[in-house]
């Protein structure tokens, strides 16, 4: 068993620093866009053209179904996505960007980058590249499997 340490040392600690941190910021940035940040990853998943039905695209944003639809159907009444048969499968719906949307998001991104140079502005270029990779495949890692927390927890329990 290790010895307890000062907090600052703590994973959780520090994530939960910076995610705070992040999230006040980044809701003034995505502020006007119905659904703040889930609106904007919507919006911004749209852009990129990601296949798929919205069912697949709240799956890969780990948005619940339901509340995709109405996070889509306020999208929409702003006139940012539009809703479009798949022609792979007429009962699936694709979401698409608007151009007023594409306007939106570009806006969006641009203070989004002004909140992520804010927040990692006590790193050089070369260390924000690092973080940004090793966050990526974490974050990627732990969502292929289901139950990774679980399996973190029970590694501890080991030690």
């Known amino acids: ?23 006040r910021v980044a ?12 609106g904007y990853q919507v919006l ?7 296949r798929g039905s919205q069912l697949a695209m709240a799956q890969r944003l780990g948005v619940d179904r339901t509340v995709m639809t109405y ?3 306020d999208l929409e009444k702003a006139g940012l996505v539009e809703r479009k048969p798949d022609p792979a499968d007429r ?3 694709r979401v698409l960007l608007t151009d007023a949307g594409r306007a939106r998001l570009c806006d969006v991104e641009r203070r989004m980058r002004k909140v992520e140079e804010h927040l990692l502005g006590p790193l050089e270029p070369t ?18 499997h289901d139950g990774a927390a679980c ?4 590694a501890l329990d080991r030690c």
């Open 1 to 23: 068993m290790t010895s307890p340490s000062d907090v600052e040392s703590d994973l959780g600690w520090a994530l939960g620093t910076v995610m705070r941190s992040y999230l």
């Open 91 to 93: 009962r699936a719906r």
């Open 44 to 50: 911004s998943s749209a852009a990129r053209g990601d």
């Open 127 to 144: 260390e924000r590249h690092t973080l940004r990779t090793l966050l990526r495949r974490v974050a990627l890692a732990s969502g292929e």
């Open 27 to 38: 809701d003034e940035a995505v502020a006007g866009v119905p659904g703040g940040a889930r």
């Open 151 to 154: 399996e973190a927890a029970e």
């Open 71 to 73: 996070l889509v159907d």
